[in-house]
């Protein structure tokens, strides 16, 4: 059987375009399907992504740099769902007041990070850029005050 992870399970929004909705003269509320637009939204989601291949072959140790218990965990879930492996690290101190992530890849790839940064709700400014050819990990995600754990996935872009 094959070895499915966070990253394998996508979820989609049926919802207008895919469908339209009117009520009937007698008051029931009825979604009418978009067949095209839907079998396309269907195709999408029972094709394996390329990405989610590429992306676990990167790993983001994650460090909880605050007092508030289980923020890694979060963080390391939401970056498993987006297809990044992800490893807990012990945290050095507890008074992060902004989360940062340090790319510590020796080839800089801005690609990568930006999918992390928007993957977790992160400016651009967030990224701090330390190559590291020693390095058995790519990056090194810090949390800081700021982390923001909730968010709407459908907000997300790839």
């Excluded at 966070?6 to 909705?21: F, K, L």
């Excluded at 029931?28 to 396309?40: G, R, W």
């Excluded at 890694?72 to 992060?96: C, H, M, W």
């Excluded at 690609?111 to 990224?127: E, F, H, K, Q």
Aim: proline share 8%.
């Amino acid at each position: 059987a094959p070895k499915m992870t966070n990253a394998d399970i996508r979820s989609y929004y049926i919802r207008p375009p895919y469908v339209t909705s009117w009520i009937t003269s007698g008051g029931a509320y009825v979604l009418s399907p978009n067949q095209e637009l839907l079998s396309q939204l269907l195709t999408e989601a029972l094709t394996p992504s390329t990405r989610t291949v590429q992306r676990q072959a990167i790993t983001i140790e994650v460090m909880n740099g605050t007092s508030i218990p289980g923020y890694e965990e979060l963080a390391s879930t939401r970056l498993n769902y987006a297809g990044f492996e992800t490893k807990i690290v012990p945290t050095d101190r507890q008074d992060y007041a902004y989360s940062v992530l340090i790319d510590k890849s020796a080839v800089q790839d801005h690609s990568t990070s930006d999918t992390i940064l928007n993957v977790l709700g992160m400016l651009p400014g967030s990224l701090i850029p330390s190559p590291d050819a020693n390095s058995s990990e790519g990056y090194l995600l810090i949390l800081g005050y700021d982390y923001q754990p909730c968010f709407r996935p459908e907000k997300l872009t790839e």
